[in-house]
T-cell receptor, first 110, second 116 residues
């Protein structure tokens, strides 16, 4: 069983749509990361959170520690948002030993 | 904006050869990491480095792997005798180190290693 599960695996949206990507985890964590992997392979950190909600531009990340669940929302999606979005968790006491999900491949059509 | 840089971007090597992948973390960061991603698979943790020593490593990081911070700027990953299954994208990352822990990770663009 994967310790970090993401859904959906693939997502196609029309420009302007509101998008939600979900992440569930089964281990105790100290932090949860949302990452964006570009088609060229590079990885960018979007959020690191351990409780509540964070917002950056059109992106919002929420986490529910009791339910071991996090969501990444993209408002007013744009073709440039097309990428793989990866959820990763740091288990308690770890320093950078991230457990990664398989990623959600998002394609936003104009 | 400060960034993590990695070289080479792509390296092709013969099985059994030694490979060194280089990374320049963000200058005031205190934690350094290597991850790898085999084509089509998820990213995997290899090793974390803090205070000039390995702080954590995964089962993947066996005796064939080593890391070094030879000077104040570079952070290297050495694979002693490459195997076909070492073919992957290798990502370096660094984080600043905050009161509550390592902090947010900043990734390099990756080094693609192809072992023939």
């Amino acid at each position: 069983k994967n310790e970090v599960e993401q859904s959906p695996q693939n997502l196609t949206a029309q420009e302007g749509e509101f998008i939600t990507i979900n992440c569930s985890y089964s281990v105790g964590i100290s932090a949860l990361h949302w990452l964006q992997q570009h088609p060229g392979g590079g990885i960018v950190s979007l959020f690191m959170l351990s409780s509540g909600k964070k917002k950056h531009g059109r992106l919002i990340a929420t986490i529910n520690i009791q339910e071991k669940h996090s969501s990444l929302h993209i408002t007013a999606s744009h073709p440039r948002d097309s990428a793989v979005y990866i959820c990763a968790v740091t288990s308690g006491g770890s320093q950078g030993n991230l457990i990664f999900g398989k990623g959600t491949k998002l394609s936003v059509k104009p | 904006e400060p960034e993590v840089t990695q070289t080479p971007s792509h390296q092709v090597t013969q099985m059994g050869q030694e490979v060194i992948l280089r990374c320049v973390p963000i200058s005031n960061h205190l934690y350094f990491y290597w991850y790898r991603q085999i084509l089509g698979q998820k990213v995997e943790f290899l090793v974390s480095f803090y205070n000039n020593e390995i702080s954590e490593k995964s089962e993947i990081f066996d005796d064939q792997f080593s890391v070094e911070r030879p000077d104040g700027s570079n952070f290297t990953l050495k694979i002693r005798s490459t195997k076909l299954e070492d073919s992957a994208m290798y990502f370096c990352a660094s984080s600043p180190g905050l009161a509550g822990g390592p902090g947010e990770l900043f990734f390099g663009e990756g080094s693609r290693l192809t072992v023939l």
